[in-house]
Structure formats: structure tokens, C-alpha cells
């Protein structure tokens, strides 16, 4: 079966612009997770859905993050304005009900 | 929250058997245990999981006492291609759960030749 797909790979911005990732999961997979690693460290929950609800996201800086998942299966991560400190790589995730997690490749997000 | 407690780095040769040990002193009842491995530039990929005694596939060992405050990955002739770093995660499973899954440093794990 495929895997979890992200776009882009690699996103290069200045501070205070905005930066939007996608995540398309696995085909069936209902729980979708977004996380945050910073090098050096393991990743941070941002978000988890639940097909299009949102089951956590007490993570995710509202302020400036926001995310989506329309209709239950891609899904849509933003950052507005960005920050020195977003620079991380951005992971997707996704799991059948009672399944583990499988992620994607990750964005490699660098801001200047 | 359930925290979990590994070694920072481990070193090992080709060939050897590794174990890593994770404590999870506060592990809850209906709470499993799952270990990730992260290549460079990848994502975590899922390597095993557990709630009790032993559990086996064809990559890895996972040993867990009675008392499940602690679990051991155990690694069986590793080559250079097992150089990750590896994760212990304890959580639930239920569905539409909120996990509460906190991810520590992980064990990096170095294979030499």
C-alpha cells in the first residue's frame, strides 16, 4: 500500500511570511496527526483528527498554526505569520483506529 | 502524561545483540508500549508493540516485566543499516483516543564495522 505523502519536501521562508503544508495518508486510515521535530529532539503533537474532527490540539499555537482536514482525508498545515523558531520538520502521520502510527517523509521548513 | 526514560546514546559493533531499556514508572492499565526507529531525514517508522511478557516479529524483541514499569527492545545481530534513533512510547490504543504520547530523545544508536 502507499504511504503517507507530504508536499514540499523542503520550504526555505523569511520570518513573518506564511508557509502551508499537505498531507495525504494512508487510504482508510482514519486518525491523521501532525507533529513538529526540531532537530535534535522527538517529535511534538501539533494536532490529531479523528476524520475531520479535531480529537487534539491543545499543542498547536493557535495564534499562528491552524490546520485542516476537509471531507476526512488530506490534510492542510499553516503557519502565519512564521517565527525563527518554526525552523523544524514537519511530520504526518496517520493510523487506523486502533493501528500505529505511519509517517510521512516530513517538510524540512528553514526560516531566515 | 506517561514519560518514559531512555539512554541518550548507545554504541554497539556489527554482528552483537543490542537491548535498549525504557522506564515508564507511571504506565496506566490500559497503556501499551511501542517503539519507533528514525532514520535521518525520515519519519519514525514503527518498529514494535507490547502490553505484557514477550513480544517477537522478524525485526526486534520487545521484553516486558510484570510489573510493566519498564521494557526492553532487544535487537538481534545488528548491522550497520540498524544506526537510528529508537523511541519508546507508552500510550493507549482505544479509538479516537487522545494518546497523550510524549516523545522523548530517544536512544541513538551508533553500529560500528
Known amino acids: 500500500e502507499a504511504g503517507v505523502a507530504q508536499s514540499p519536501r523542503y520550504k526555505i521562508i523569511e520570518k513573518r511570511q506564511s508557509v502551508a503544508f499537505w498531507c495525504n495518508p494512508i487510504s482508510g486510515h482514519a486518525t491523521l496527526y501532525w507533529y513538529q521535530q526540531i532537530l535534535g529532539q522527538g517529535p511534538k503533537l501539533l494536532i490529531q483528527f479523528q476524520n475531520n474532527g479535531v480529537v487534539d490540539d491543545s499543542q498547536l499555537p493557535k495564534d499562528r498554526f491552524s490546520a485542516e482536514r476537509l471531507k476526512g482525508v488530506d490534510s492542510t498545515l499553516k503557519i502565519q505569520p512564521a517565527k525563527l523558531e518554526d525552523s523544524a520538520v514537519y511530520l504526518c502521520a496517520s493510523s487506523r483506529d486502533r493501528g500505529s502510527e505511519y509517517f510521512g517523509p516530513g517538510t524540512r521548513l528553514t526560516v531566515l | 502524561l506517561a514519560k518514559t526514560t531512555q539512554p541518550i546514546s548507545m554504541d554497539s559493533y556489527e554482528g552483537q545483540e543490542v537491548n535498549i531499556t525504557c522506564s515508564h514508572n507511571n504506565i496506566a492499565t490500559n497503556d501499551y508500549i511501542t517503539w519507533y526507529q528514525q532514520f535521518p531525514s525520515q519519519g519514525p517508522r514503527f518498529i514494535i508493540q507490547?502490553?505484557?511478557?514477550?513480544v517477537t516479529n522478524e525485526v526486534a524483541s520487545l521484553f516486558i516485566p510484570a510489573d510493566r514499569k519498564s521494557s526492553t527492545l532487544s535487537l538481534p545481530r545488528v548491522s550497520l543499516s540498524d544506526t537510528a534513533v529508537y523511541y519508546c512510547l507508552v500510550g493507549g490504543r482505544e479509538a479516537g483516543n487522545n494518546r497523550k504520547l510524549i516523545w522523548g530523545l530517544g536512544t541513538s544508536l551508533a553500529v560500528n564495522p
Open positions: 507490547g502490553y505484557k511478557t514477550k
